[in-house]
């Protein structure tokens, strides 16, 4: 029956059969595992972002970021600064000036993360983009501990991060009045706020899909491609090869800021621990799987990365509870050696991931 | 005789100690295939890197259509109307044989970031230009049936052909080829020979940097010879091959000239 | 100047165990033109390696003196981390050694956390005390000339003197041995040095064996002059040490030494100045910064290096 259908159809059907699965998601994983198990979905959700952010940096334009979780520090610290009691605390005579506290929106706190971050990109990629490939990983590596370490000791001589202790009590997203970080009631269905997150979390992951999408099959997404193959090659056709490569830098850090802020909020809490060098790995490690620029690819390397190391922190702890009467082996342990599996696995047999890009003839 | 499309003068490079290029000049009139020749190692290819932006030169001056050019970064060369090709044909492998025609057509279109995410109507119809304008330049050059292959799955001959094709979709006043028969069997340069005498004909000016003395002989309507990154020799190929010295900078590179 | 001489003997300590980590990047880099990303991890590899055997034999022998045990946990180690670059080598490299750039670059980041993660099995996620073998009494350094004499220690000056007697030996052996020329070779051109008859798979094998043993040297100096070791000590080193082979120039094995004694200087002297400074503020906390900002200055404004040739332009 299926066959019988044109392929247009066939995409819109399968669209439609997508979206059903996307809203019904949480309730079934909700149903099968409670509520901690939405929390992993939500934060699936967030590397889903966070990863085609990359994929653009990396996948399309073919620069290795290996500090990109920096800018989700960024977005994280900007929505944590702007929404929680810290700052007040630290300079009363801002306190005088908003008695009723730091509360930004959340529709400012979003853009205004995205362009700090892609700012962030466009100051480390303008000294740094003439870089052969493996030295820019190497620098942008260096960037993004530097962030780290800044968040970690910029409690002093003026407290604005907090240190190591990191920032805490960060409001939760509120939207048109409706608090996420509460369970909500709708049309007489209990709404847990995983489930509130769950939803506005897709929302901005079908944006930022949608944008990705149109900026493949453009005269942008083409010409990073073509950077990608050969560089030399796409200047002689007159592409300005440092001016494309800044905004691939820009618009990849904004998703990571959007990513970021989002965290934050979700969290209720900041601290640099979130932002490591590991992190950043993840998140390559998922575009890498996945499928370098193939955004089927990498949603499929982020669901994996980010779910299997739950599924197993679900079942390996009682598992070798049973079997040995005690946890031998930390499931943290075993997500970092699935990670590294990953890429060295992906590198040597599939270069190109588990679902690349369609080979055209 | 007319004004020269590309008028080059005077341009010195040096590497190190050793000079490279002295004093070249060229002068390429409008609709003509001009080629450049001489022995391994004379300064072709430094001579075509330093035109196109890829080597500062020391000194020189340049003109393409009359107006001052500076040779300082490659995409610049492009837009001011010079396009190339490479040696080692470098194609954007992963592309489609469409899609690399229509990264030529990047320096000729303004969509940006708004024009991608929003797709209004006039980014719409430049999207949809560019591809009609990738299918023409394919159909030109032999290859309207490939259009969605990838590029690095087409045959050697092929692959040379949407090189040229992806060069002639920036519109390029010059279209440079570097040693565009390199590593071709006979019948392949055959066809290559009639190509070029097509896109002539069709109204454009042509730059070719090859070995094949047989083929720049054949198909060049003027010729300048390189020796020791000097200018030993220019004019028509009849009288080229009888210049003295150029046969004594190709006996020992042992050349049929 | 009551600090200075201070400072300048941490900074030759830290900066010649950088030295010794940057000269297996940068040998691995002049063969295959690759940053093994995973070479900090050997050196962690090393210094557990080396603790598990001061534990052994210091149970089945008690009464050994203290030296006899750390140098045979030193060459156990040592043998162990030139075993097991080889295997990375063979494993993760071999097969990428015509693929893009980064292919070997991820690869090697895999590899970096495997080997993080078997040493997380193996010695756990704490930090172990690594037993202090060689004294650590204070010795005071011009003692007469200043009211605050430097202040430095068995332990440290063994690491200084047998880092530097060993990159001599690494110089003497690439410079004035058979090896060495064959090494210079295939670094040179492999296709024309194995058509001289030089094994360049065998060169890189052995390459990858000496930077392996140097790693763990300097893992298993590094672990007794902090006393402890754990899964992460190797990624610090490693970034400083490639920012030490940076700044020397990558490629150049005498480029990396001064790189490494360099870096160390201008982390000891950095910290201390500035954070003298600024009351503390801006003090040792911040000391991993600085090789961060030197490894990005010195790529961004010469990325070939004070003694390297240019490769910045290279494909």
């Known amino acids: 029956m299926i066959k019988s259908l044109s392929p247009n159809k066939r995409a819109s059907l399968g669209l439609l059969l997508f979206a059903v699965a996307l809203v019904l998601a949480p309730w079934i994983v909700g149903h099968a595992g409670g509520n901690t198990w939405v929390r992993t979905l939500d934060f699936a959700l967030l590397y889903i972002m966070l990863a085609l952010g990359l994929n653009i940096v990396v996948g399309y334009a073919g620069l290795l970021d290996m500090g990109f979780i920096a800018f989700y520090a960024v977005g994280a610290y900007l929505a944590a600064l702007l929404s929680s009691p810290h700052l007040l605390q630290q300079f009363p005579a801002l306190a005088a000036l908003l008695p009723a506290g730091m509360h930004t929106s959340i529709w400012l706190i979003l853009p205004l993360g995205a362009l700090l971050a892609a700012g962030c990109g466009v100051v480390l990629g303008a000294p740094t983009l003439r870089l052969r490939g493996d030295y820019l990983a190497i620098v942008t590596l260096g960037f993004g501990e530097i962030i780290r370490i800044l968040l970690r000791n910029l409690d002093r001589p003026v407290n604005i991060t907090n240190g190591p202790k990191g920032i805490a009590q960060v409001d939760p997203v509120s939207l048109l009045g409706v608090n996420l970080g509460r369970t909500q009631e709708l049309f007489g269905l209990r709404l847990p706020s995983v489930y509130l997150y769950y939803y506005l979390f897709t929302a901005l992951v079908v944006l930022i899909l949608f944008a990705c999408i149109r900026l493949e099959r453009s005269r942008i997404g083409r010409a990073w491609v073509a950077i990608r193959e050969d560089e030399e090659a796409a200047q002689a056709m007159g592409v300005n090869t440092v001016r494309l490569k800044l905004l691939a830098f820009a618009i990849g850090a904004a998703f990571g800021g959007v990513s970021g802020a989002l965290f934050a909020s979700f969290q209720g809490f900041v601290s640099p621990e979130s932002f490591t060098l590991n992190e950043s790995i993840a998140v390559l490690a998922m575009v890498v799987l996945g499928g370098m620029g193939h955004i089927p690819g990498v949603i499929l390397g982020c669901v994996l990365l980010a779910a299997l190391p739950e599924a197993l922190r679900a079942s390996m702890g009682p598992l070798q509870q049973a079997l040995f009467g005690q946890v031998l082996v930390d499931p943290e342990i075993i997500r970092q050696l699935f990670y590294g599996l990953a890429l060295i696995l992906a590198m040597l047999y599939r270069p190109a991931g588990l679902w690349p890009k369609g080979v055209a003839r | ?257 | 100047m009551d600090g200075f001489i201070q400072q300048l003997l941490n900074g030759l300590m830290t900066g010649s165990l950088y030295a010794l980590v940057a000269l297996g990047y940068t040998m691995v880099y002049g063969i295959l033109r690759i940053i093994n990303f995973a070479h900090g991890d050997v050196l962690m590899i090393g210094a557990l390696v080396g603790l598990s055997v001061i534990r052994l034999v210091q149970a089945a022998w008690p009464a050994l003196p203290p030296v006899l045990v750390l140098l045979c946990a030193t060459l156990v180690a040592m043998a162990v981390c030139a075993v097991l670059a080889v295997v990375i080598e063979r494993v993760a490299y071999r097969r990428l050694r015509h693929a893009p750039r980064l292919a070997p670059l991820i690869s090697g980041i895999g590899v970096s956390l495997l080997l993080q993660t078997i040493a997380m099995l193996v010695w756990t996620r704490n930090p172990q005390m690594f037993p202090q073998l060689l004294s650590l009494a204070p010795i005071e350094v011009l003692a007469g000339a200043s009211a605050h004499p430097a202040i430095t220690n068995v332990t440290a000056l063994t690491t200084i003197a047998i880092a530097l007697s060993v990159m001599v030996a690494l110089l003497v052996l690439v410079e004035r041995t058979r090896f060495g020329r064959a090494m210079r070779a295939v670094a040179e051109n492999p296709q024309v040095a194995s058509l001289m008859g030089i094994s360049p798979n065998r060169i890189i094998v052995i390459t990858f064996a000496i930077g392996g043993a140097l790693a763990a040297l300097a893992g298993i100096m590094m672990a007794s002059n902090y006393g402890s070791a754990h899964f992460y000590m190797g990624f610090l080193p490693g970034i400083k040490a490639f920012t030490a082979a940076v700044l020397g120039g990558i490629g150049n094995l005498k480029g990396a030494m001064l790189g490494g004694l360099l870096l160390g200087l201008i982390e000891a002297l950095g910290t201390g100045y500035l954070g003298a400074a600024t009351n503390g503020v801006f003090g040792s906390n911040y000391q991993d910064v600085f090789a961060f900002i030197v490894l990005i200055a010195v790529l961004v404004f010469r990325p070939s290096g004070l003694l390297g040739e240019r490769l910045a332009t290279r494909a």
């Not at chain 2, 992963?94 to 708004?114: C, D, F, I, P, Y």
């Not at chain 2, 198909?219 to 300048?224: F, Q, T, W």
């Not at chain 2, 010879?225 to 900078?249: K, T």
Request: proline share 4%; with cysteine; net charge neutral.
């Open chain 2, 1 to 257: 005789m007319n004004a020269p499309l590309l008028q080059i003068d005077h341009v010195n490079k040096h590497f190190g100690g050793v000079a490279a290029l002295t004093d070249v000049s060229l002068s390429i009139q409008p609709g003509e295939i001009y080629g450049l020749i001489g022995p391994n190692g004379a300064g072709k290819t430094t001579f075509f890197n330093v035109m196109t932006g890829l080597y500062t030169p020391d000194s020189g001056r340049f003109q393409l259509d009359g107006r001052d050019y500076q040779p300082t970064s490659v995409h610049q060369v492009a837009e001011a109307g010079i396009a190339r090709t490479f040696q080692n044909i470098r194609l954007f492998n992963a592309m489609s044989a469409l899609e690399n025609v229509m990264v030529g057509r990047h320096v000729r279109t303004r969509n940006g970031l708004w024009a991608a995410l929003s797709r209004h109507r006039r980014a719409q119809e430049e999207e949809a230009q560019t591809r009609a304008h990738a299918h023409r330049l394919l159909a030109y050059v032999g290859l309207a049936g490939f259009a969605n292959y990838r590029a690095d799955s087409l045959s050697y001959g092929h692959q040379r052909r949407l090189e040229i094709a992806r060069a002639l979709a920036t519109e390029p006043r010059l279209l440079a080829l570097d040693e565009p028969a390199a590593g071709m069997n006979a019948s392949e340069k055959v066809q290559l020979r009639g190509l070029l005498e097509k896109i002539r004909d069709d109204g454009h000016t042509l730059l070719l940097i090859e070995h094949d003395v047989k083929l720049v002989m054949g198909v060049c309507d003027r010729i300048s010879v390189l020796d020791y990154g000097q200018v030993i020799a220019v004019g028509p190929p009849a009288e080229v091959r009888q210049h003295p010295a150029v046969i004594q900078a190709y006996l020992g590179a042992s050349a049929h000239v």
